[in-house]
């Protein structure tokens, strides 16, 4: 059973009531993004392998230290803070040097490569990602990948683009990629298979069915699944991770996006990882000590220790 209450550090300013109905209204909508409670901690520690805590958006300001001392007291011992352009990128190597819970990913969203490539950006962009890339605590490229959702037809030459030079970053600084693929499965695969792929690949989000489960397998590529594996729509990912080698399995919350349920629609953070690993060793009918003991060791393969 979960906690009664939300971490400190997340609690929202009270918001007092009025006469007039007003605040009524005030209140639901301060309801939706106020932070779900606490969940009971995980018998065994795990990593939450993908968040941005640089991530505000009207939310309640938290710090790096409070979010991971929140994380740390229900069994989330750590993340990697993930960049997704070069100011994010920024706060990630200035975070992982202060905070020794956190290790680094840098790069370029696939939907801002189109952007930067018309005013001319692209190409320092990435001349800047691999500098940053360079730090020690910095174990990552990501979340780089292909984004057919939102990039129109004439932006898809230059997202595979700068997939393609992300990939040859990661290889050459022998750091892990993490990909990010929105209905663009086959040809993230088919660009991993022509590029070669680095050693070490993470399906962030994991958001493929059976098929692509099966494929990470054979090529021994990491599948992370956050909240959305939870959803009660998401039939499709719960078969893929009783598809998904245990090996080859991570987790994540993807914050401040993808609250798992049953708190779909308000805001995530480390500390919520609980619920979604309790959700996965429920679709998998397995012990929850064994399964974040697989989740723990799968991470630090990837990424290597912390410490």
């Given amino acids: 059973m979960p906690h009664t209450l939300i971490p400190a550090a997340y609690r929202p300013t009270p918001l ?58 229900v069994g989330v011992d750590g993340a990697v803070q993930v960049g997704c352009d070069l100011e994010s990128s920024r706060f990630t190597v200035q975070a992982v040097e202060q905070e020794p819970r956190l290790l680094g990913a840098v790069a370029l969203h696939p939907n801002d490569a189109p952007l930067l490539a018309a005013r001319g950006g692209l190409e320092p962009a990435l001349a800047e990602i691999e500098q940053l890339a360079a730090h020690p605590r910095v174990r990552a490229i990501g979340e780089t990948g ?92 719960r078969e893929a991770l009783r598809i998904a080698d245990p090996a080859l399995v991570l987790t994540e ?20 990882v609980p619920y979604t690993v309790r959700g996965m060793a429920e679709v998998l009918g397995a012990d929850l000590a064994t399964l974040c003991q697989s989740i723990a ?10 410490n």
């Fill in 16 to 73: 007092s009531t009025t006469s007039d109905g007003e605040s009524a209204a005030l209140l639901a909508r301060r309801e939706k993004l106020n932070y779900p409670p606490a969940p009971e901690p995980l018998p065994v520690p795990v990593i939450d392998n993908h968040t941005h805590l640089d991530f505000r958006s009207g939310l309640p300001l938290v710090s790096v230290a409070a979010a991971l001392d929140a994380a740390q007291e």
């Fill in 253 to 272: 919350t993807d914050a401040p996006f993808l609250t798992p349920h049953p708190f779909r629609g308000r805001p995530n953070a480390p500390y919520l």
């Fill in 146 to 237: 292909l984004d057919y959702y939102r990039t129109p037809a004439e932006g898809i030459d230059s997202q595979q683009y700068s997939f393609r030079r992300h990939l040859d970053i990661a290889k050459r600084l022998d750091l892990a990629l993490q990909i990010h693929d929105r209905d663009a499965h086959d040809d993230v695969v088919s660009t991993l298979r022509s590029e070669g792929a680095p050693e070490r690949v993470v399906f962030h989000c994991f958001s493929g069915g059976a098929d692509l489960a099966r494929l990470c397998n054979e090529a021994g590529w990491y599948m992370s699944f956050a909240g959305t594996v939870t959803f009660k729509n998401a039939d499709n990912l």
């Fill in 297 to 306: 060791d799968n991470t630090r393969r990837v990424y290597g220790e912390w």
